[in-house]
């Protein structure tokens, strides 16, 4: 198989005033993106997620200020889409509203409501809970797929929290459709196109396989929907790699492949509320039918790493555009499997 897990194995030495002003040494490693080739850079800290802020406040004030998306605002405060595109204006489905993004960040967008609670603990997202809006966001890339037959791109995505870039405490999911794909989503396209016309065989399977055989990132199964920690991090602590591995394209995504991706999805927030990290980001990847790519997803905790409220985004992510992780995620990959198979 042509799948390499490549790393390199380095350290920086200081005088450590922890350790006595002991002459000491840090190792790390730098790490190849399996898919990709990108890279980022693995520690093995002592790091533990801190106290969760006051909630209640932070809630609060959400209230206070005004929110949109709540049931006695969302009428007179949200905008509709088009005739020609969604005729009914919105598109509901039970509690969830799906309503247009007045941030477009593509040529069609919308903003998914999850229910009218304008609060819903992580540990209460359940798959009950979640499946009203992502089914309402399906319904809508369906309905730009057949409105447009120029997209190339869709896209789910959530933050979660501020920690995770929400401006609003209310939960929300963004879906995004558009000609002009993402640029992880164009490496990632580009990149298995390669593998198969290198090997004559698809990335994906081999990728999943390997996974499997070793173990050490392995988390578990959804019916077809494979999930493992990914080699290289996106966040400051490990994140997850999801796979839809019968699917290229959201689609033609069945209901049951979506409720199984749910079913996941609660179990990997499930560990999330264990570790007392209570925001994250999730982004699922799609196009069109392609035979060399498949549906993924990244799921990534996001928190204020101290007291003093700073962000765990430095100019390493947001300039150089090289993620590194506090833990490897084979360290971590055994409780997030534990609980993920309960």
Same mark, same amino acid.
């Given at each position: 198989?042509?799948?390499?897990?490549?790393?390199?194995?380095?350290?920086?030495?200081?005088?450590?005033?922890?350790?006595?002003?002991?002459?000491?040494?840090?190792?790390?490693?730098?790490?190849?993106?399996?898919?990709?080739?990108?890279?980022?850079?693995?520690?093995?800290?002592?790091?533990?997620?801190?106290?969760?802020?006051?909630?209640?406040?932070?809630?609060?004030?959400?209230? =206070?200020?005004?929110?949109?998306?709540?049931?006695?605002?969302?009428?007179?405060?949200?905008?509709?889409?088009?005739?020609?595109?969604?005729?009914?204006?919105?598109?509901?489905?039970?509690?969830?509203?799906?309503?247009?993004?007045?941030?477009?960040?593509?040529?069609?967008?919308? +903003?998914?409501?999850?229910?009218?609670?304008?609060?819903?603990?992580?540990?209460?997202?359940?798959?009950?809970?979640?499946?009203?809006?992502?089914?309402?966001?399906?319904?809508?890339?369906?309905?730009?797929?057949?409105?447009?037959?120029? +997209?190339?791109?869709?896209?789910?995505?959530?933050?979660?929290?501020?920690?995770?870039?929400?401006?609003?405490?209310?939960?929300?999911?963004?879906?995004?459709?558009?000609?002009?794909?993402?640029?992880?989503?164009?490496?990632?396209?580009?990149?298995?196109?390669?593998?198969?016309?290198?090997?004559?065989? =698809?990335?994906?399977?081999?990728?999943?396989?390997?996974?499997?055989?070793?173990?050490?990132?392995?988390?578990?199964?959804?019916?077809?929907?494979?999930?493992?920690?990914?080699?290289?991090?996106?966040?400051?602590?490990?994140?997850?790699?999801?796979?839809?591995?019968?699917?290229?394209?959201?689609?033609?995504?069945?209901?049951?492949?979506?409720?199984?991706?749910?079913?996941?999805?609660?179990?990997?927030?499930?560990?999330?509320?264990?570790?007392?990290?209570?925001?994250?980001?999730?982004?699922?990847?799609?196009?069109?039918?392609?035979?060399?790519?498949?549906?993924?997803?990244?799921?990534?905790?996001?928190?204020?790493?101290?007291?003093?409220?700073?962000?765990?985004?430095?100019?390493?992510?947001?300039?150089?555009?090289?993620?590194?992780?506090?833990?490897?995620?084979?360290? +971590?990959?055994?409780?997030?499997?534990?609980?993920?198979?309960?």
């Amino acid at each position: 198989m042509g799948i390499s897990f490549r790393k390199i194995k380095a350290k920086t030495r200081l005088i450590n005033p922890l350790k006595g002003f002991i002459a000491d040494e840090i190792p790390f490693e730098i790490r190849f993106d399996p898919l990709t080739g990108q890279t980022g850079r693995i520690f093995n800290l002592q790091y533990t997620a801190p106290e969760r802020p006051d909630l209640l406040n932070m809630i609060q004030r959400s209230k =206070d200020i005004f929110c949109p998306f709540c049931p006695e605002a969302l009428e007179k405060s949200t905008p509709l889409f088009p005739k020609d595109v969604i005729p009914e204006g919105r598109i509901r489905v039970g509690q969830a509203s799906l309503i247009p993004n007045l941030l477009p960040l593509d040529k069609y967008a919308g +903003v998914s409501i999850l229910s009218h609670d304008h609060y819903v603990a992580i540990e209460d997202l359940t798959v009950e809970k979640m499946k009203d809006a992502f089914f309402a966001a399906h319904t809508f890339i369906k309905r730009i797929r057949d409105f447009d037959p120029g +997209v190339d791109g869709f896209y789910l995505n959530w933050n979660y929290m501020p920690p995770a870039g929400s401006s609003l405490i209310h939960p929300h999911i963004q879906v995004n459709c558009g000609e002009i794909l993402t640029n992880q989503h164009r490496i990632q396209l580009e990149s298995c196109r390669k593998y198969y016309a290198k090997n004559g065989r =698809d990335f994906w399977q081999d990728f999943i396989e390997i996974e499997k055989e070793s173990g050490e990132r392995f988390v578990g199964e959804t019916g077809s929907i494979c999930w493992v920690m990914s080699y290289v991090s996106q966040s400051f602590l490990p994140d997850v790699w999801c796979v839809f591995t019968e699917q290229s394209s959201l689609p033609g995504l069945g209901s049951d492949e979506l409720m199984g991706f749910l079913d996941g999805l609660s179990r990997i927030l499930r560990y999330f509320y264990t570790e007392n990290i209570y925001s994250f980001n999730v982004s699922i990847f799609s196009g069109k039918e392609d035979k060399c790519f498949r549906i993924n997803a990244k799921i990534c905790p996001r928190l204020l790493p101290r007291p003093i409220g700073n962000s765990d985004q430095t100019y390493f992510q947001t300039i150089h555009k090289e993620p590194y992780s506090v833990n490897p995620p084979e360290g +971590v990959c055994g409780k997030v499997r534990e609980i993920f198979q309960k």
